[in-house]
């Protein structure tokens, strides 16, 4: 059975740093392309990043580009999210998910059908 | 940025009833758009893909539709276990952008 297990969150002071991981199992790893997705308490989603298959390519909610780096390690099957200068508003539930694949001529369909259980990030003094 | 407006933000309906949520994005996406469920505690659930294609094991009570730049998502015969909150998501273009939810509660 395929699964996404997060780690790495935790309390973190303003403008510090952390480093959430995604291990995947049961599933051919490098063959998906990556997404990270987070959730504020009491609030909605809100999609954080996004990386090919490869890692040749990413991209970034404009709320964390900059500050935020999302890599691959296809060999371990392990998707992480460097966080930087961290805000009391990038306080959330991050979340990684894979993205389902293939949709007629595009190699993605960016929709996301495998999700972790989340894991808490909490940004405060 | 391409936002998605998604309405109602709550909804309360019977056992037994259908309810449609619409989500209208700020320009055209073509079917590049993305159903979720989710439950108090949960990871989201992925419903529907390519606006009407049903997620594989989703019962083929959830479907999709789009007219324009307007998309659909109903639910027909309403069960206890549908009381949710459920999401819109564009996949069109970066940066990938959520509707704001819709929360149904069954009565």
């Known amino acids: 059975e395929a699964q996404l297990v997060e780690s790495g969150g935790g309390l973190v002071q303003p403008g510090g740093s952390l480093r959430l991981s995604c291990a995947a199992s049961?599933?051919?790893?490098?063959?998906?392309?990556m997404t990270w997705v987070r959730q504020a308490p009491g609030k909605g989603l809100e999609w954080v990043s996004y990386?090919?298959?490869?890692?040749?390519?990413?991209f970034y909610a404009d709320s964390v580009r900059g500050r935020f780096t999302i890599t691959r390690d296809n060999a371990k099957n392990l998707l992480h999210l460097q966080m930087n200068s961290l805000r009391a508003e990038d306080t959330a539930v991050y979340y990684c998910a894979t993205d389902r694949g293939p949709y007629g001529s595009s190699p993605n369909s960016g929709a996301f059908d495998i999700w972790g259980q989340g894991t808490l990030v909490t940004v405060s003094s | 940025d391409i936002q998605m407006t998604q309405s109602p933000s709550s909804v309360s309906a019977s056992i037994g009833d259908r309810v449609t949520i619409t989500c209208r994005a700020s320009?055209?996406?073509?079917?590049?758009l993305a159903w979720y469920q989710q439950k108090p505690g949960k990871a989201p659930k992925l419903l529907i893909y390519a606006a009407s294609s049903l997620q594989s094991g989703v019962p083929s009570k959830f479907s999709g539709s789009k007219s324009g730049t307007e998309f659909t998502l109903t639910i027909s015969g309403l069960q206890p276990e549908d009381s949710a909150t459920y999401y819109c998501q564009q996949a069109e273009s970066f940066p990938y952008t959520f509707g704001q939810g819709t929360k149904l509660e069954i009565k």
């Open positions: 320009q055209g996406i073509n079917s590049w």
């Open positions: 990386i090919l298959s490869t890692g040749t390519s990413d």
């Open positions: 049961g599933l051919t790893f490098s063959n998906y392309w």
